[in-house]
């Protein structure tokens, strides 16, 4: 403490009396000296690299050739946008950097986020890996489904997939996060730097920076699957005499997608706890009790702030959207499956590997999109700054119209089925309602949350009654904002079951069956143009980021503007994103419900097609499925309580103990702020998790006892169907509630700071501002949260299926 | 406004500086000359009314004696406790009003409550008569029952039944709720006076006042159904050769479930918003702004404050309890009946009419546990004060014990049947595991509302550092205390059920069918100690009321020290008996929706007994019953809101426009706030109840339809019970939320103001007083409007079945 004091007195600091020197802390130095795999790959050996990549390419055509055309058609697609996903991370890190001020802020920010991403990581990987075994252990003694049985399948050979495809998973969500992060810690600086030159070019860095790690996720959630796909295929010797059928194969890829929504959920609940708890904790004394402005070099919680927001924001997005991709590609790849060998599809690949190639397209139209966002303006420049929103809205109305095409084509040409010849058009259809939910999610989204609108408007206006009634009013507004959604949603489902029930498509007994893969088609639909939606979403991050450390490195006022405007624009898209992140999920988390059905009935060897919530148990299964989500988000909001408190003490104590930072004399301890935040958040992060992965197993576990001691038959599977589909209801609406609250409290803020009833500094804001902390936990840390922990909730019951029978 | 400021500056107010002589309030004179019905009931014509109560006895007697002995019983008791009652209200009555500035306070506040009353009910009483018609026609126009069409039940008959059988339960609903209000209204000032005397003399003042309206709302819940139950036996001849069985009569009763439950919603909604808006107003301003004490006669919403207890708490609470308790007795009987068919018990009279004995002993022992509190100290006077809680509980725990004997005595006397003798002892376990429960849950909410304890501790913790984190602590104080309720209440009905099914009642092919029975025997187990519940809640805001008048009278400190005492056990045990209630609505609902499969099954004339989720249209019928809750909650936070708003600013006004009013040299405009507030309550609790009557109704029609495009067989009324089942555990969790997160706050911040943590007017305290006015309407009006919603749709879905169909 005393040298630290000492440091702190040194005279530099009160020669330029607007900012610090060097923001890199040395106190956080033990766990900054990382192993940079990227940048080893990146630097020395390339040619050995070109080599090994070649021959691995080779390797995978090779299988890919032996398995399917459309396969070979979806890696070539992957591998093209790869090579263009480099292309853009050349082209943003050749940008300049800037002066050395932001440079150095940047550093600091990078050390922090890159220290906690590793302490993180290695953590989750250790629970990993004993859940790995876990699997392991199951799967050795468990029995296998008649089908496996029959096509020689062993157990062994059964773990050992399920084992496989789970680490696999696990591995490619955490370089989903981590690709996340790596880009936006690069990218900010040089957005910063740009804002100095031009705010169109600002917006360019910061959109092809989001495109490089939107691509790399989406790209690698599709191509892993497909690997794996292809590799089960060929060694498994599938489709040949007297081995496995291709509509079984889809289902030994769940745990794959496990993997990847366990690594998001923890990814998802560190992060969000890290980087909300920091800003909590700076705001609270910074904003609030000592009236500094936001990202003020004073505040000991700034860089914390600012590492939050790309080990939350950005590498907690990346590994969350990797898993939703991927976890509904294989539950519509399940069903298509299922609905192909009722039907006697002659050739049913066409139906198992349609959401493959739906995201193929995605990758191509969502990079013509990124594309179409350019570094100079259209005419000459009239404003010096363009709305930002409208340019990437622009981009958005081309990646639909193009979806819409390719879709179409897609079901043309691998829903195109002799048996029902029409079927592809109301296939097709399907897509189109999956397309339109997708457009009205991200406008209602839109209505609640922003201040052009009514809603956050009246929010406002209930602020300057105090902070109660801006606290009831956002609430209010939070549970009324699920309303419309779920009229949606409803609507979705219902339209695209029929649209696939009267299909044509009927099994061997004339009933019609594609009601199911209709719902799946409009899931695909929804995410056809996912990889622009996260291009826009990790936009956000990189933005606020920018802004920060322009604020840091003292910028002019202008310069500032430029950031303001586009982290505002940030803000809304961040809120779509997570309106379009759960409408997602809502529909694949029906898709993964039958997933489940058939799996236990195919292990249980008897039908299993009705969960009757009229048996008490059931009930009670459904009782504590939605008493899940509410502890869930309990112990979510609560660990960002507890840390911003612990981040609160701290600054007031370096605020008391150096008097001298307020007139920039003394350096504050970024560093210690930052070791606070990181320690508490791994810590905090594994009561909510463990709650998530235990308590279904539990439930199950003890349920299928109960059953066994009473007579009754499948109990821990039903109850845990229950269990699941309540969790979903609930989780969805608690979601949407806690995402537009916090939305909408933090536009309502921002709407009085453009001056409207009182402005800044006035008692209407402290309310508002009130309201935004409280907002923070809500709409960064439980919402999201509970996004990942709808779909790990179906993929653990999948995967765990074995131990409820 | 120009004579009002006139009459503000009048002389007299500025001679006694520290109240205001007349509170009275002209302003609102037209609204309060009410005909008192009871007043005249009680005062003239004494020999005539008994003349004719005792003709009416005679009937009544006469038609029971006719149907069972039990009835006669049932009749017995509860004269008996009216007659006690009457001793009560006598009693209360008889205690002194203390000195003129108390009752002038008193009168102004009665006025206030009745006007409002009157106008309110005048209101519900409207939509009532509408609705009555619409039910008529809905069973002119529907099909019988076979079971109906055999006995020779008329289609007008049975709409007769129906609507009658409604309009009655609506109106002792209104009863219930009146009686609550009527003696709170006269007592508490009897509390205040007796207050400047002993602690223990106001106390049992208090509690007598609210057994008064306990001992009234249970008996004329059992009584108005006994009547109902006897006057259709006999009046349909049921049991004779060609009519009716007597299994079939309690569905003939559901319509006075729905009527009681459709006026305590709106009793609840509109008592509830007036409440809160009054009281968030006033604090908002008067506590926040202007720092003055709460119940301050300077602060113009004052008497709207103190109005608000009575018919937000009192009167709408007794309608809540009262169709708590009818719901549950019907759908306690309709499945003793349907049980008693199956297995063609030869008596089934006992199993039909055990809810009422149950009730009926009810009656009695919490006459003992009322009378247990005693007006003088046991010992000799040691401290001033004694702690009430204890007293109150000692009554509580003579009453528990009580119920088990009582319980386990009419279980032997009429669940004994020679087809499986030991059925009995069963049954009386499960009445065990329903008392257990209501203890555990009493229990669990002292927990999590007490500042004895952890939680509140910790938020208030949280308060120190500022109002965001005392928000985010409450919110995830909510949503965790959600957890051991829900675990208790899963581990009550699969024991229960258990219990019920292994108790050697089988059906005609020897399946065990007790299960569902035992579940209701268990509710009636929890609710065997209702009026004692009542009674201890009824006591808070009576109390509260005291404390209030005992302020604006401005006693000495003593006595505002002894009110202040009983305010806050008032507080605790309105937490708990929420809990309480909340716990019973749970597994009532459970009995409900199984009443209305029978009834469904009944009307459809085939098997209904499952509930499918896996089929989209249920599933969304899921959804949209989750939703709803969401929606009613969000309305009924954001009616309170905007009401409260409207508060403030005539506060603000009125301290603006007349500036002597802080120095008590201008009288405040107490008639304009209540005014404002009783119009802005009755307008704004259409919306919310409109949506809870008018959403099961239209989905439940809409699907009807497209099931019938679709040849979708039973589609509505399964989509119905989806919507109802997911409905009621989204109404369990978040009524515990919004419950158990504002007693919280409320107790935390009245720990802070016990001198913890900086005690009163601390920044810890400012926040601390921001989470309570949150609370306020989460516990007083979302929440409590929550548990009627929950049985009321329950009841909507059991009389509307046949337009699902």
């Known amino acids: 403490m005393d040298d630290e004091l000492e440091n702190g007195n040194l005279g530099p600091?009160?020669?330029?009396?607007?900012?610090?020197?060097?923001?890199?802390?040395?106190?956080?130095n033990p766990l900054v000296r990382t192993l940079n795999i990227f940048r080893i790959l990146m630097g020395i050996n390339f040619r050995v690299l070109l080599i090994l990549l070649f021959l691995g390419l080779g390797v995978v055509f090779y299988i890919g050739a032996r398995t399917s055309p459309i396969i070979v058609f979806v890696f070539s697609v992957c591998i093209m946008s790869f090579l263009l996903s480099i292309y853009l991370t050349k082209w943003v890190l050749s940008k300049d950097e800037g002066p050395p001020e932001m440079v150095q802020i940047s550093d600091a920010i990078r050390d922090g986020a890159e220290g906690f991403f590793r302490t993180q990581y290695g953590t989750i990987s250790k629970m990993a890996l004993l859940l790995a075994l876990v699997?392991?252990?199951?799967?050795?003694?468990?029995?296998?489904?008649?089908?496996?049985?029959?096509?020689?399948?062993?157990?062994?050979?059964?773990?050992?997939i399920t084992v496989?495809?789970?680490?696999?998973?696990?591995?490619?969500?955490?370089?989903?996060?981590?690709?996340?992060?790596?880009?936006?810690?690069?990218?900010?600086?040089?957005?910063?730097?740009?804002?100095?030159?031009?705010?169109?070019?600002?917006l360019q860095i910061a959109v092809r920076a989001g495109g490089f790690s939107a691509l790399v996720v989406v790209g690698m959630a599709v191509i892993g699957i497909a690997i794996l796909y292809a590799t089960f295929?060929?060694?498994?010797?599938?489709?040949?005499?007297?081995?496995?059928?291709?509509?079984?194969?889809?289902?030994?890829?769940?745990?794959?997608?496990?993997?990847a929504s366990f690594v998001a959920l923890f990814a998802q609940l560190g992060g969000g706890i890290y980087t909300k708890a920091a800003d909590v904790g700076a705001d609270l004394v910074g904003k609030v009790e000592q009236g500094i402005?936001?990202?003020?070099?004073?505040?000991?919680?700034?860089?914390?702030?600012?590492?939050?927001?790309?080990?939350?924001?950005?590498?907690?997005?990346?590994?969350?959207?990797?898993?939703?991709?991927?976890?509904?590609?294989?539950?519509?790849?399940?069903?298509?499956?299922?609905?192909?060998?009722?039907?006697?599809?002659?050739?049913?690949?066409?139906?198992?590997?349609?959401?493959?190639?739906?995201?193929?397209?995605?990758?191509?139209?969502?990079?013509?999109?990124?594309?179409?966002?350019?570094?100079?303006?259209?005419?000459?420049?009239?404003?010096?700054?363009?709305?930002?929103?409208?340019?990437?809205?622009?981009?958005?109305?081309?990646?639909?119209?193009?979806?819409?095409?390719?879709?179409?084509?897609?079901?043309?040409?691998?829903?195109?089925?002799?048996?029902?010849?029409?079927?592809?058009?109301?296939?097709?259809?399907?897509?189109?309602?999956?397309?339109?939910?997708?457009?009205?999610?991200?406008?209602?989204?839109?209505?609640?949350?922003?201040?052009?609108h009514e809603p956050v408007r009246t929010l406002a206006l209930a602020s300057t009654t105090g902070?109660?009634?801006?606290?009831?009013?956002?609430?209010?507004?939070?549970?009324?904002?699920?309303?419309?959604?779920?009229?949606?949603?409803?609507?979705?489902?219902?339209?695209?079951?029929?649209?696939?029930?009267?299909?044509?498509?009927?099994d061997k007994d004339g009933n019609p069956t594609g009601g199911l893969f209709g719902t799946a088609v409009a899931t695909m639909g929804m995410l056809s143009t996912a990889a622009y939606i996260l291009t826009m979403d990790m936009f956000g991050p990189i933005?606020?980021?920018?802004?920060?450390?322009?604020?840091?490195?003292?910028?002019?006022?202008?310069v500032r503007e430029i950031t303001d405007v586009l982290d505002a624009v940030g803000n809304t898209t961040k809120a779509t994103t997570k309106g379009f992140a759960i409408g997602s999920a809502a529909l694949a988390s029906f898709l993964l419900f039958s997933?489940?059905?058939?799996?236990?009935?195919?292990?249980?060897?008897?039908?299993?097609?009705?969960?009757?919530?009229?048996?008490?148990?059931?009930?009670?299964?459904?009782?504590?499925?939605?008493?899940?989500?509410?502890?869930?988000?309990?112990?979510?909001?609560?660990?960002?309580?507890?840390?911003?408190?612990?981040?609160?003490?701290?600054?007031?104590?370096?605020?008391?103990?150096?008097?001298?930072?307020?007139?920039?004399?003394?350096?504050?301890?970024?560093?210690?702020?930052?070791?606070?935040?990181?320690?508490?958040?791994?810590?905090?992060?594994?009561?909510?998790?463990?709650?998530?992965?235990v308590s279904p197993i539990a439930v199950g576990f003890l349920f299928r006892i109960l059953g066994y001691y009473t007579g009754h038959l499948l109990l821990g599977a039903k109850v845990v169907a229950a269990m699941l589909m309540f969790a979903t209801v609930s989780g969805i609406l608690m979601a949407l509630f806690l995402n537009t609250a916090g939305g909408a409290w933090d536009n309502a803020k921002k709407y009085i700071e453009t001056g409207a009833l009182g402005g800044k500094g006035s008692e209407c804001h402290k309310a508002a501002v009130t309201g935004d902390t409280v907002g923070d936990p809500f709409k960064d840390t439980a919402g999201p949260s509970l996004h990942v922990l709808i779909k790990m909730l179906a993929t653990i019951t999948l995967v765990m299926a074995p131990i409820f029978l």
Chains 1, 2 share one sequence.
Request: glycine fraction near 8%; proline fraction near 5%.
């Open 13 to 28: 600091y009160a020669d330029r009396p607007r900012t610090f020197p060097n923001m890199r802390s040395k106190a956080y």
């Open 135 to 160: 699997i392991l252990f199951i799967y050795l003694f468990r029995n296998l489904t008649p089908q496996q049985e029959s096509s020689g399948l062993r157990r062994s050979t059964s773990a050992f």
């Open 164 to 202: 496989a495809a789970f680490l696999l998973g696990a591995l490619c969500s955490g370089i989903a996060g981590y690709v996340g992060m790596w880009v936006s810690v690069r990218a900010n600086v040089r957005v910063s730097s740009a804002a100095r030159r031009s705010a169109r070019e600002a």
């Open 233 to 259: 295929y060929v060694w498994l010797g599938v489709d040949s005499q007297g081995s496995m059928k291709v509509t079984d194969l889809p289902l030994l890829l769940v745990g794959y997608g496990f993997g």
């Open 293 to 452: 402005p936001e990202d003020d070099p004073r505040n000991p919680a700034v860089i914390a702030d600012l590492v939050g927001d790309n080990v939350g924001d950005c590498a907690a997005r990346g590994a969350d959207l990797f898993e939703s991709i991927a976890a509904e590609i294989i539950s519509a790849m399940i069903l298509g499956g299922t609905m192909a060998r009722h039907c006697k599809i002659e050739d049913p690949s066409g139906f198992i590997l349609f959401p493959l190639v739906i995201h193929s397209f995605d990758l191509v139209i969502s990079s013509v999109g990124i594309f179409s966002i350019r570094g100079k303006p259209d005419s000459s420049l009239k404003s010096p700054i363009e709305d930002p929103m409208a340019i990437l809205q622009k981009g958005y109305s081309l990646t639909i119209v193009l979806s819409v095409l390719t879709f179409g084509l897609s079901t043309r040409w691998l829903l195109y089925t002799e048996r029902a010849p029409s079927a592809w058009f109301n296939f097709a259809l399907c897509g189109l309602v999956g397309i339109i939910t997708a457009y009205a999610f991200v406008w209602i989204t839109k209505y609640y949350t922003d201040y052009k």
């Open 467 to 506: 902070h109660g009634t801006n606290i009831i009013a956002g609430v209010s507004l939070g549970l009324e904002s699920t309303a419309l959604p779920v009229l949606v949603i409803s609507l979705s489902i219902v339209s695209a079951f029929w649209l696939g029930h009267t299909s044509g498509l009927v």
């Open 543 to 558: 933005a606020d980021n920018a802004g920060g450390i322009v604020e840091m490195s003292q910028q002019p006022e202008s």
């Open 595 to 693: 997933a489940y059905m058939d799996e236990v009935a195919a292990f249980a060897q008897e039908p299993f097609k009705q969960v009757d919530i009229a048996i008490p148990e059931v009930f009670v299964g459904g009782l504590l499925g939605s008493m899940l989500i509410f502890l869930f988000s309990a112990w979510a909001c609560s660990a960002v309580g507890r840390t911003a408190q612990e981040v609160v003490n701290e600054v007031r104590r370096q605020f008391i103990e150096r008097p001298g930072i307020m007139d920039y004399k003394e350096k504050p301890d970024y560093g210690r702020c930052v070791a606070i935040v990181a320690s508490a958040s791994l810590r905090e992060m594994i009561k909510p998790g463990a709650l998530a992965i």
